[in-house]
């Protein structure tokens, strides 16, 4: 069974090493690249959630699945789009309908940041910020309960400004369970990666090498 894990905005792939590590390293455990998905694209939301229906299209068995912010949205639509096509889906700090008010203030940031701190996520700034203003309209606040494989949804015990979404997301989603990362913020993954790792290596039945 295929695991895969997608990165946050202005994350990595490696932002899940250790993660990883701890899941036990498995051939299996995928971490795609959101850049390179959008790489000759218009940078927008809708086609970054279009490249994950692709990337999953060719896997015949079941997936588990784990998103965090932004990879969180995606694998939460792809969750009440093809619920079908999944074993369990991991939710890490992940909003319902986005903040408009926060991502136009974030927006406000990444103007006035050089283009050099950009560099690291594999996207142009101009490309981050057209990214994040496509998603200010998006809201799945009505489709949870359309989520019929596992859930686990996580978040960051430090990460206050995802905790409302995040108890909307197990309230919603129909036998969700709930999970609070100690000694973490937003980013989780590499906040504490080593007790995600076996949160997540034990929700998605992940068997020691």
């Given at each position: ?25 498995h051939a299996d455990i995928l971490c795609p690249d959101l850049s390179d998905w959008l ?91 057209e990214l994040s203003k496509s998603m200010m309209d998006l809201d799945f606040s009505q ?67």
């Amino acid at each position: 069974m295929k695991h895969i894990l997608l990165h946050g905005l202005g994350q990595t792939p490696s932002s899940w090493e250790h993660t990883v590590q701890v899941m036990g390293n498995h051939a299996d455990i995928l971490c795609p690249d959101l850049s390179d998905w959008l790489r000759g694209k218009e940078p927008c939301y809708a086609n970054l959630y279009q490249a994950l229906e692709a990337y999953c299209e060719p896997f015949n068995e079941p997936l588990n699945l784990c998103g965090l912010s932004l990879g969180g949205t995606l694998a939460l639509q792809y969750g009440i789009r093809h619920s079908d096509k999944l074993n369990s889906l991991a939710l890490i700090g992940t909003q319902v309908s986005m903040p408009k008010k926060l991502l136009k203030f974030q927006n406000l940031i990444f103007r006035i940041m050089p283009n050099s701190a950009f560099h690291k996520m594999g996207f142009q700034k101009a490309d981050v910020i057209e990214l994040s203003k496509s998603m200010m309209d998006l809201d799945f606040s009505q489709e949870l309960p359309k989520i019929s494989c596992r859930v686990v949804v996580m978040c960051g015990e430090k990460d206050k400004a995802n905790e409302p979404a995040s108890l909307q997301l197990k309230t919603q989603i129909p036998n969700a369970q709930y999970k609070v990362i100690p000694h973490a913020g937003h980013e989780v993954n590499t906040d504490n990666p080593v007790e995600l790792g076996k949160e997540l290596r034990a929700f998605f039945q992940i068997e020691a090498v």
